[in-house]
């Protein structure tokens, strides 16, 4: 039996099984699938979280791994959240991506495999790097709330001890 992987954070980066697979997708929208499983994505200036200016957490929408926090949330104008660094650089995995006619690093979520936007090297420092993500693939998390942990890993307590640690 393996040992599941664990980000630097404290959080389980271990897949979901089918089972548990079959039963994240069950809950997600039209609009969510297609662009979490389907690699689609949203209209500009029109995803929910664009506005969000609240301390928090920014998680995957199917797995509910942190991904984003909210201090390194900017406005970039391009219509869509962006970030300048992951949560944890574990937890955001950067795929090559050659769709229609151009070359961009996609970001998928590193436990559950979904697709939540694009990096780009335009950002502000400290990293330089915008992260460019659908408001649709992301649930917030207000500091002080409790993460939905619907692979019962422990992500809320993961996430109180990251909290705890700085």
């Known amino acids: ?47 929910g979280l664009l506005d969000q200016k609240d301390d928090g957490v920014y998680c995957c929408r199917l797995c509910a791994l942190p991904l984003f926090r909210h201090k390194t949330k900017f406005e970039s104008g ?19 991506d050659v769709s229609y006619g151009m070359v961009r690093i996609e970001t998928r979520c590193a436990r559950c495999d979904s697709h939540q936007g694009h990096v780009f090297p335009d950002g502000p420092p400290p ?7 659908n408001s649709v693939s992301l649930e917030f998390v207000p500091n002080g709330g409790h993460l939905r942990d619907p692979l019962g890993r422990g992500d809320d307590a993961a996430l109180q001890a990251a909290a705890a640690a700085g």
């Open 127 to 133: 990293t330089r790097q915008r992260y460019c993500i």
């Open 78 to 96: 391009t219509g869509w959240p962006s970030f300048w660094a992951p949560f944890d650089e574990a937890h955001v995995v950067g795929v090559r």
């Open 1 to 47: 039996m393996s040992t599941p992987a664990v980000s630097p954070s404290g959080f389980s980066l271990s897949p979901p099984d089918p089972e548990e697979r079959k039963r994240l997708e069950a809950g997600l929208s039209r609009e969510e699938a297609n662009v979490l499983l389907h690699h689609g994505t949203e209209a500009p200036f029109c995803g």
